[in-house]
């Protein structure tokens, strides 16, 4: 899946990261694109030389598309993302991935959870970094280790730990 445009007037190149983002959705609930490019960098692991990577936001009928398609699951998600060669490296070629952010689920989420939605799309940004290099939650094990490095992550960035409460 490509959406990142050859001419795209968004397209940051900031050291180690190339960054393509489209909005397709009707929100104007978005953060600007410079802040998603800072969470995603700050999400690159040291391992990582270089990343290209596009950000996609959708609305809720095509997130729901697209994680059907993907996942076989009938209903729209907060965040997908899209590794090449599934977050393993892949010699000499940067990491490549796309993310795709349903905004209507990212605003209910962040409204239900008590959140701002700054918050809730930098700690989803995080978390669909990690899992383009590899990282996933489906053990115990993966999860503990996975959430652990978003905290900390998100505590450089200034953001509260978005697990609190359920480590409580």
Known sequence: MK????NN???R?????SLAFENRSASANLPPAEAF???ARAALQPDVARAEVSLLVVDADEGRALNHDYRGKDYP??????????GEPVPGLPLFGDLVFCAPVVEEEARTQGKTLEAHYAHLTVHGLLHLQGFDHEGDDEAEVMEKLESVILAKLGYANPYAEELV
């Open 3 to 6: 959406i990142a445009k050859r």
């Open 37 to 39: 490019a800072r969470w």
């Open 9 to 11: 007037p968004l397209r």
């Open 13 to 17: 190149l900031a050291g180690r990261l």
């Open 77 to 86: 998600t907060n965040v997908l993302s899209f590794a090449l060669n599934e």
